[in-house]
């Protein structure tokens, strides 16, 4: 597996060239060269905005199918509040978990509860017992993680080193099956239903673990026509019982929520990649230090406004708050079972999270200072306005990969006239 | 070891112009961080311009700073043009500030700044003539 493996793929059939991802994309990973976009691996952060915003989706995730559940004797399904969020909240939980069995689980289980594990254990070990740098960050989500990794490694520091809500849960119910039901641990598979393609990327190129117990990631809004026909075949039943919530739990899918269930005076939570910079940004300048913990999102809401989803954001967030509230929330587990999972070792990250170099113009500090005059010189004699029509998103990017002989300058359509102009009157 | 190629950049800072407060700190630190500079250095060279910034902006009637990078360090040259600075140990001390209500409700005036500055650089300096104006001078080296 190269280091690189990115959910996010670009299918050039159906790329007609637009530029209309290049501007998107937090980490400037996308150019548009000979008519097609292609992304930097090096760069990207498999946030998603490129699927969001392409008009052709050309921009795909690379996510399992439910064809590949049958490779596994016996198969569980994982299901976030994100899923909830797609149906009107009148069909009841158990409906919805019911109805993803019927895509061909053996089990599902609701997420939620392992939510609530990662929040006694943030709250009574990481935040009461003060074993992390304040203010605390602890992210659920992927790509914040990355972009911690490349942009502010300085904040790793700060991050809650526990595994996500997914993977306490992978856990937990595969460890169980496997002894309970008498399985080998190779015949039962794990599938999360996921919003999102970071996720994916999550579970193949591991961050902080060697080993991720989830063995697959369905994609939301592939099954979401199967799972509303079955939520129709299930409509004349009264309720379906049996399965675990929390109200608590349910929570963690629209931003606020974790930072609410550790019960946290002095929270920050803030959603949607940009908005995300911003704050990271004072961090780095040793700002927000009165902050205890910090929530931070990729998309806007929190998953439920995930690329991989069908409805409407926020409608999805109106409806995950409305569950949680009118759902049961069990006691949280107490100081001494999360001592026991610390010491376990069971949930916390056993790979050292190394920063990743932001690719710079050189690797040799010296050169890269030559190149950043001649990209000076270059960026004079382009027009400075950031039209996009390069391929690169700003001038200066397009300078940049200029020096570093990966354009032309007359790929820049106002050099090209200018050029023209001058063989003319030549 | 300086090979003579340098990279240098300049911004004029207005005075009360806090729409644009730390826009010079953040386009620093991308220019950094495209030379390949290690992120702790680049973090304090980052601290160092923010709080240059906000002092041109908030204490005196305006200025500009100017960042010299070379292969062995980091120059920052904060200068403006007056009051300048009457008791300069003073100034330095923590948590001595004259910043005025209004610019304390805005969430600075801690006194924290100049000292911050000094902790993030490895020379440090300040000249100030009364009436004239402040330029403070900080030098970061690049070791790796
Ligand atoms: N460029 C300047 N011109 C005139 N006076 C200055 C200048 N910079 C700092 N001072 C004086 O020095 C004092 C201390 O500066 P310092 O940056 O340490 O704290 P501050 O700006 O008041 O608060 P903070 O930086 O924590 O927001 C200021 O209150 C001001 O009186
Ligand atoms: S997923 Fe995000 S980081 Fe990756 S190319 Fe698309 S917009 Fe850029
Ligand atoms: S916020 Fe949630 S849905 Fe969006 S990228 Fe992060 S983990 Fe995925
Ligand atoms: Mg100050």
Same mark, same amino acid.
Request: hydrophobic share 35%; charged share 25%.
């Given at each position: 597996?190269?280091?690189?493996?990115?959910?996010?793929?670009?299918?050039?059939?159906?790329?007609?060239?637009?530029?209309?991802?290049?501007?998107?994309?937090?980490?400037?990973?996308?150019?548009?060269?000979?008519?097609?976009?292609?992304?930097?691996?090096?760069?990207?952060?498999?946030?998603?905005?490129?699927?969001?915003?392409?008009?052709?989706?050309?921009?795909?995730?690379?996510?399992?199918?439910?064809?590949?559940?049958?490779?596994?004797?016996?198969?569980?399904?994982?299901?976030?509040?994100?899923?909830?969020?797609?149906?009107?909240?009148?069909?009841?939980?158990?409906?919805?978990?019911?109805?993803?069995?019927?895509?061909?689980?053996?089990?599902?289980?609701?997420?939620?509860?392992?939510?609530?594990?990662?929040?006694?254990?943030?709250?009574?070990?990481?935040?009461?017992?003060?074993?992390?740098?304040?203010?605390?960050?602890?992210?659920?989500?992927?790509?914040?993680?990355?972009?911690?990794?490349?942009?502010?490694?300085?904040?790793?520091?700060?991050?809650?080193?526990?595994?996500?809500?997914?993977?306490?849960?992978?856990?937990?119910?595969?460890?169980?099956?496997?002894?309970?039901?008498?399985?080998?641990?190779?015949?039962?598979?794990?599938?999360?239903?996921?919003?999102?393609?970071?996720?994916?990327?999550?579970?193949?190129?591991?961050?902080?673990?060697?080993?991720?117990?989830?063995?697959?990631?369905?994609?939301?809004?592939?099954?979401?026509?199967?799972?509303?026909?079955?939520?129709?075949?299930?409509?004349?039943?009264?309720?379906?019982?049996?399965?675990?919530?929390?109200?608590?739990?349910?929570?963690?899918?629209?931003?606020?929520?974790?930072?609410?269930?550790?019960?946290?005076?002095?929270?920050?939570?803030?959603?949607?990649?940009?908005?995300?910079?911003?704050?990271?940004?004072?961090?780095?300048?040793?700002?927000?230090?009165?902050?205890?913990?910090?929530?931070?999102?990729?998309?806007?809401?929190?998953?439920?406004?995930?690329?991989?989803?069908?409805?409407?954001?926020?409608?999805?967030?109106?409806?995950?708050?409305?569950?949680?509230?009118?759902?049961?929330?069990?006691?949280?587990?107490?100081?001494?079972?999360?001592?026991?999972?610390?010491?376990?070792?069971?949930?916390?990250?056993?790979?050292?999270?190394?920063?990743?170099?932001?690719?710079?113009?050189?690797?040799?500090?010296?050169?890269?200072?030559?190149?950043?005059?001649?990209?000076?010189?270059?960026?004079?004699?382009?027009?400075?306005?950031?039209?996009?029509?390069?391929?690169?998103?700003?001038?200066?990017?397009?300078?940049?990969?200029?020096?570093?002989?990966?354009?032309?300058?007359?790929?820049?359509?106002?050099?090209?006239?200018?050029?023209?102009?001058?063989?003319?009157?030549? | 070891?300086?090979?003579?190629?340098?990279?240098?950049?300049?911004?004029?800072?207005?005075?009360?112009?806090?729409?644009?407060?730390?826009?010079?700190?953040?386009?620093?630190?991308?220019?950094?961080?495209?030379?390949?500079?290690?992120?702790?250095?680049?973090?304090?060279?980052?601290?160092?311009?923010?709080?240059?910034?906000?002092?041109? &902006? +908030?204490?005196?009637?305006? @200025?500009?700073? !100017?960042?010299? *990078? =070379?292969? $062995?360090?980091?120059? &920052? +040259?904060?200068?403006?043009? @007056?009051?300048? !600075?009457?008791? *300069? =140990?003073? $100034?330095?001390?923590?948590?001595?500030?004259?910043?005025?209500?209004?610019?304390?409700?805005?969430?600075?005036? $801690?006194?924290?700044?100049?000292?911050?500055?000094?902790?993030?650089?490895?020379?440090?300096?300040?000249?100030?003539?009364?009436?004239?104006?402040?330029?403070?001078?900080?030098?970061?080296?690049?070791?790796?």
């Amino acid at each position: 597996m190269n280091g690189y493996f990115h959910s996010v793929v670009l299918s050039e059939d159906s790329c007609k060239g637009c530029t209309h991802c290049i501007k998107r994309c937090p980490t400037e990973a996308i150019r548009v060269r000979d008519r097609k976009a292609s992304i930097s691996g090096e760069r990207c952060i498999d946030c998603g905005e490129c699927i969001r915003v392409c008009p052709y989706h050309a921009q795909k995730a690379v996510t399992d199918d439910l064809e590949d559940i049958k490779k596994y004797k016996y198969r569980i399904a994982l299901v976030p509040p994100a899923v909830h969020g797609q149906f009107d909240t009148g069909i009841g939980l158990g409906k919805i978990l019911k109805a993803v069995e019927m895509l061909g689980f053996d089990e599902a289980y609701d997420i939620s509860p392992y939510c609530d594990i990662a929040s006694a254990i943030i709250q009574k070990y990481y935040l009461e017992e003060e074993k992390i740098t304040r203010p605390a960050i602890y992210s659920d989500c992927p790509v914040i993680i990355r972009l911690i990794q490349l942009r502010y490694p300085d904040l790793l520091e700060n991050v809650i080193p526990l595994v996500s809500p997914m993977e306490i849960a992978a856990r937990l119910i595969k460890t169980d099956t496997v002894s309970k039901k008498n399985f080998k641990r190779e015949d039962v598979g794990v599938f999360y239903l996921t919003p999102c393609p970071a996720r994916v990327t999550s579970v193949r190129v591991l961050i902080g673990l060697s080993f991720a117990y989830t063995d697959g990631l369905i994609s939301i809004r592939k099954i979401f026509g199967s799972l509303s026909k079955n939520l129709g075949e299930l409509q004349s039943l009264e309720k379906v019982e049996g399965y675990e919530f929390s109200g608590r739990g349910l929570k963690w899918g629209i931003i606020g929520g974790q930072s609410q269930s550790i019960v946290s005076k002095n929270y920050l939570a803030v959603d949607g990649i940009e908005n995300v910079i911003n704050v990271f940004e004072e961090l780095e300048l040793g700002k927000l230090k009165n902050m205890d913990f910090v929530e931070a999102y990729a998309c806007t809401g929190g998953c439920v406004g995930g690329p991989l989803l069908v409805e409407n954001a926020f409608v999805a967030k109106t409806r995950v708050k409305h569950l949680a509230d009118t759902t049961h929330s069990p006691k949280l587990i107490g100081k001494e079972k999360v001592k026991e999972f610390i010491e376990a070792g069971l949930f916390t990250w056993t790979e050292e999270i190394k920063p990743k170099k932001m690719v710079s113009l050189d690797p040799n500090i010296g050169k890269a200072i030559q190149k950043m005059e001649k990209v000076e010189e270059i960026l004079k004699k382009l027009p400075g306005i950031d039209c996009g029509s390069c391929g690169a998103p700003t001038c200066r990017a397009l300078a940049e990969d200029i020096v570093n002989g990966r354009a032309r300058e007359v790929d820049c359509v106002f050099r090209l006239r200018e050029k023209i102009n001058e063989i003319d009157r030549g | 070891m300086s090979t003579g190629d340098m990279v240098k950049l300049n911004y004029s800072v207005n005075i009360e112009d806090f729409a644009k407060a730390g826009d010079i700190s953040s386009n620093t630190k991308k220019v950094l961080k495209k030379l390949g500079i290690p992120s702790d250095i680049t973090r304090r060279a980052a601290i160092v311009t923010y709080e240059a910034e906000m002092n041109i &902006i +908030i204490h005196s009637s305006g @200025g500009e700073i !100017i960042v010299n *990078i =070379d292969t $062995a360090k980091i120059e &920052i +040259i904060a200068r403006d043009y @007056g009051p300048g !600075i009457p008791d *300069i =140990d003073r $100034a330095m001390q923590k948590g001595y500030s004259t910043a005025s209500d209004h610019v304390r409700e805005l969430g600075f005036g $801690a006194g924290m700044g100049l000292p911050n500055m000094k902790r993030c650089s490895d020379g440090f300096l300040i000249e100030s003539q009364k009436g004239k104006g402040t330029t403070v001078t900080s030098t970061i080296h690049i070791h790796n």
